[in-house]
């Protein structure tokens, strides 16, 4: 059922170890909500026109790192040379470095996919399509209870771009009631999608 088609992976490496390093290293609950993503993405891209193998693909790496020690994900920073606001942040900091291993460990040279992995949990200027279809894999599998979350689910499979920005918007709520800072990333997809959507009605 599944194919890589041409997405180039190095020798040896497969969809089953990638699920073996899975099953090591994750969390029971933290497998749950990577299976759920990827079930999810799936069923978006088939939805939306893209090739469901590279959103499977992305949903197994988009959370690989998320449960690892922060001291080691500083390490993975500064050894890949990200910017040092990762430091002490696993949140922000997971996808950017999961970005980096599956291009240097497992061969993975297609430059949306990695995108889509590295901007999960923020989003990006620009997203495209595969991208958009993981930020919402993530905000609306299964597993997901919050308000709001059928809205979001429902629109998911009908406009991309107003999904994304309902996600966002609850993201950016969330974020400023804790008092955290905004990555700017987020600010800077946000703005996007919604110059892309008034334009339309121009």
């Known amino acids: 059922m599944f194919k890589w088609y041409n997405i180039i992976l190095m020798e040896n490496t497969s969809k089953e170890k990638i699920i073996e390093y899975l099953e090591n290293v994750l969390s029971e609950k933290r497998k749950r909500h990577t299976y759920s993503v990827a079930s999810e993405a799936v069923s978006l891209a088939q ?15 988009h959370d690989m790192y998320r449960g690892t020690q922060i001291e080691i994900l500083d390490n993975y920073v500064r050894s890949f040379n990200l910017d040092s606001s990762y430091l002490g942040n696993s949140n922000l900091a997971h996808g950017k470095i999961a970005g980096v291993i599956m291009e240097q460990d497992y061969g993975i040279q297609d430059r949306d996919i990695i995108n889509a992995v590295a901007f999960h949990t ?33 629109l998911a499979y009908v406009n991309l771009n107003q999904a994304c920005l309902k996600a966002m918007n ?24 919604m110059e892309q959507e008034r334009m339309k009605y121009e």
């Open 170 to 193: 609850r993201s950016v709520d969330y974020i400023r009631s804790r008092g955290l800072k905004l990555d700017r990333d987020t600010i800077r997809a946000k703005n996007f999608l």
């Open 122 to 154: 923020t989003g990006r200027e620009g997203m495209s399509d595969l991208e958009k279809i993981l930020y919402l894999a993530d905000a609306i599998e299964p597993g997901r209870k919050y308000p709001g979350v059928e809205e979001i689910r429902k």
């Open 47 to 61: 939805c939306h026109n893209v090739p469901p193998e590279k959103a499977e693909l992305a949903a197994l790496f």
